[in-house]
Structure formats: C-alpha cells, structure tokens
C-alpha cells in the first residue's frame, strides 16, 4: 500500500538526518553547525530577557467584565510570540548560512543520486557559491516580508489577533518547504517561480515536509541540527520527487 503523501515528508526529514550524521558528509555540517548554534544562543539570551514583556506587549487590553478571558488568551499569545522568534531566528540563520547550505545540498544530491559516495571539499567552490545562494535569499525575503507584515499588522488588531497564532503555523509550515527545497532547486538552476510551481504541484507532500521540519525546529538545542538535517532531507525530497538534476 503506498505512502499517503502527507506523510513522506516525515520520511525524507529522518532520511535527511541520517545523511548528515554519516562519515562522507559530517563535514559539510560542521560550518553552518556552528554560525547556527552562535546565533541560537544569542537569542535565546534574548528572548529569555524580553519574552514576558513581549507577551504583555501582543495581549490586547480586555475590560473588567471580560478579564477571565485572559486566562483563556495568554497561552495563544505565548505561542504567538514563540512563533515570532521561531521565525526571526530561522530567517537570520539561513541567511547567514546561505552558501554552506547551499554547499551541502549540492554534496547529498551527488551521494542520493549515487554518483560518488565521498564528494571532496572544495574553498574555491564554496566561494563561487556565495553571490548566488546569497540573491537567492534576498529573493526568499521578497516573498517573505510582506506576508510577514500582513501577519504582524493581524497580530495588533484586537480581536482579530485571535487568528494571528494559527495563520503564523500554517504559513511557517509552508515557509519550512519552500526555504530548504530551493537549495537543491537552485543549484539546478530552477527559477524562483517554478520552484513554487513544482512545491504546489506536490502540496501535501511540500506541508508534511514543512510541518515535520517546523515542528523539530522549535524544539530548542535540537533545532540546531535539524537546520542541516532539513538542508539535506530537503534534497533528498527533491531527488526522490523527480526534481532535475
């Protein structure tokens, strides 16, 4: 019986973890390992210094009569602002790491594809890669933003920022796919646009991608290596699913 496709994601994410811990690739993690684990303690430090003043800043201002609710709200709110930081720290790790992951995406589709089992290290090519993959995010910020403002401008509508924490998930979990599946993408020269044709094409299995990877990257301290487990399993989504190559 096949898989249903909502459920490959789940699939091509543990695959991808798999491939980073083994000996031929643990290389090409070790960079982006890092730069990821410097920043995630920076905002951990601050966030554990604003969060409660965050909250208190997003939570709308309720009446007496009506002040139970807020018992009912704080927790929405809370997962509000986690999702906000979720999203901060995501953007400014990938795109700090742009090139490594662009890097390591290129490596596991050469050993998925099984054209060479030890792909080599090369500075020089990983240079080349910088001005590209680096475009390439501007061009994920494009998209990004303005969905992004929408989404804050909702989160400061009282009454209306009920919605906020639900949109933020089910847009966070598209933004997981469309993040990690453009590294194999781009480094097989698919446009911008057609990577969001060939992402909707495949729907579900894009969502179960996306939710699996939102998911594992909210879990502080694990987060940290599923950015490159993400990068590769991403890649192997894209081998398996008929991406070129």
Known sequence: MPMPPVLSGPQYLRQGLSLVLSP????FVLLPLLINLVLFAVLIGLAVQQFGQWVDYFMPS???WLAFLEYLLWPLFVALVLLIVFFTFTLLANLIAAPFNGFLAEKVEVVVRGQDSFPTFSWGELAAMVPRTLGRELRKLAYFLPRVLALLILSLIPGLNVLAAPLWLLFGIWMMAVQYIDYPADNNKLGWNEMLDWLRARRWQSLGFGGITYAALLVPGLNILMMP??????TVFWVREGGRG
Do not use: E, F, Q, Y
Request: no cysteine.
């Open 24 to 27: 031929g690739l643990r290389l």
């Open 62 to 64: 309720l009446p007496d």
């Open 229 to 234: 487990a993400a990068v590769a399993g991403a």
